[in-house]
């Protein structure tokens, strides 16, 4: 079998690390091993957070942020502090960053081979059917500030669909990148459409004579 | 799986709901893939969500093999099987090429006909020592017209459990929205025993709470801490029966071998 590609980008971020991905700090260790952390945890001392070792923990480490509330967008920047994930190589590293950011490193693998094909919002909202259909009646504005709301400050990946948004993907560390607009977006056009109706649809004050 | 060692150059997807509000939707799939995984019959395996991460639509950069086998890890055949999967992932037929990449299109899990099997294996482990001709077995479905594929799946099965001979007094369908009711389990049936498996892909609000209500083991509907202690009280005495509930057929750890039967007969198909 072919050695991975993927892989073979990791193994080699990895020689250069310690890295940033989204909220986790990755590091090499003294002696073996590779950890990962909270990156707001760089300074803590080792025995002051709690220490996994399989890849698969990542999974229950991003189930929930730190007030319990469950975290279906893992892009969400509210991953908990308080722990570290000790792993034995790169192939660990690759299991456990598919749990806490999934995608992300084979989009991220796709850009560095040229290989990114980058969705314009329209588009995605077109092709919905169903329940999600009157998501593609959103204006513009409610568009752009949705985008503003939902992937500025509530999504750690960079959407490279939104096209007046030109956003800088950072050069070290290993970014997050967003495609096509996601399920969550489109559910929220979607209500931000339907409230664009009503509003239009609500019978207007009088305004005097 | 006969020969697996053809499917080692190739990649598996399997493709599930997932939930904004539930973690345990996509559990089992997850879990599924971690179990595939391990037994390294496939150069990669993924999973991808429509309501979860990663996206169906993306799906496409997961894989580095050529070959992918596209499995929904769906009940039944319908809008997601039929119209969402195939839009989202650009789909053109049973097969597709593109990019130099070919998706073999695998029919959902939930009408292989394994999943007998698989139903007749829950129910035997559900009532261990419970002779079958003192029981009724119940396969519960969600019921409703906007599903009605899922009605025809479970009758499909309640069929082929008949067929089996497995010696049950009887074997019963039922749906929580449509006749037969569920919450009129006990009209269903005389027999003393009444074993009920929820034909679902994972647990969640349904077999936590919807029908443990309807069948009168939970009076209300029950707090998230303890959604899966619902499952640890069989058998429950009720309305002069004893009652034993499983968890959706979805989450046996078994699942993973129709799965592997789903790809092996599309293969077979192809040949
Ligand atoms: S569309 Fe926005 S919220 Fe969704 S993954 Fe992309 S950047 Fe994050």
């Known amino acids: 079998m072919t050695p991975s590609p993927l892989l073979q980008l990791l193994t080699e971020r990895l020689r250069d690390a310690p890295f940033h991905i989204g909220q986790i700090a990755v590091s090499p260790l003294t002696g073996e091993g590779i950890e990962l952390r909270h990156r707001d945890d760089a300074g803590l001392a080792a025995d002051g957070l709690e220490t996994f070792d399989r890849p698969d923990d ?28 000790v792993l034995a190589g790169p192939g660990e590293v690759r299991t456990a960053l598919d749990l806490f950011y999934p995608a992300a490193l084979a989009l991220w693998a796709a850009c560095s081979g040229n290989r990114m094909r980058v969705v314009p919002l329209a588009r995605t909202l077109e092709r919905q059917t169903g329940m999600y259909r009157f998501a593609r009646n959103i204006s ?19 959407p490279l669909w939104a096209e007046s948004q030109n956003p800088a993907v950072p050069s070290h560390g290993i970014p997050l990148l967003c495609p096509e607009a996601c399920s969550f977006f489109v559910a929220e056009a979607r209500v931000v459409a339907k409230a664009e109706f009503d509003a239009k649809a609500a019978p207007q004050p009088a305004t005097g004579n | 799986m006969n020969e697996p060692a053809r499917l080692a150059d190739s990649a598996l997807l399997l493709l599930g709901h997932g939930s904004t509000e539930n973690p345990d939707s996509s559990a089992p799939t997850l879990a599924h893939a971690a179990e595939i995984r391990r037994r390294g019959l496939f150069a ?8 979860e991460e990663p996206g169906f639509s993306i799906s496409d950069y997961l894989f580095e093999s050529e070959t992918i086998y596209a499995v929904p890890n769906f009940i039944s055949e319908g809008y997601f099987t039929r119209e969402v999967i195939p839009r989202e992932l650009g789909l053109e037929g049973p097969t597709t090429r593109r990019d130099g990449k070919t998706i073999h299109y695998c029919d959902p899990v939930g009408i292989h006909r394994s999943m007998t099997r698989l139903l007749a294996g829950r129910a035997r482990e559900l009532a261990p020592g419970v002779a079958p001709a003192d029981s009724a077995l119940i396969i ?32 019963l369908d039922a749906y929580m929205e449509e006749a037969p009711f569920i919450a009129e389990w006990d009209q269903l049936t005389s ?26 083991i939970e009076s209300a509907p029950t707090a998230a801490a303890s959604q899966r202690d619902v499952f640890r009280h069989n058998p429950v005495p009720i309305r002069g029966r004893s009652l034993w509930y499983s968890r959706s057929i979805g989450t046996d750890p078994s699942l993973v071998d129709v799965i592997l039967d789903q790809v092996h007969d599309f293969r077979s198909h192809a040949a």
């Open chain 1, 58 to 85: 990542a999974r229950d480490i991003a189930q929930y942020d730190a007030a319990g509330e469950y975290r279906p967008l893992k892009g969400s920047p509210d991953l908990k502090r308080g722990w570290r994930l």
């Open chain 1, 140 to 158: 513009p504005e409610g568009a752009a500030d949705l985008m503003r709301r939902r992937c500025l400050t509530g999504c750690s990946r960079h």
């Open chain 2, 44 to 51: 990669e395996v993924q999973c991808a969500f429509w309501k």
């Open chain 2, 140 to 171: 519960v479905g969600h019921g409703t017209g906007l599903n009605a594929k899922s009605t025809e799946a479970i009758r499909v099965q309640v069929d082929r459990l008949e067929a089996l001979g497995l010696g049950y007094g009887q074997i």
């Open chain 2, 191 to 216: 027999l003393p025993h009444v074993l009920v498996v929820p034909f679902f892909i994972a647990d969640g609000l349904h077999s936590y709470q919807d029908i443990p209500v309807l069948l009168g």
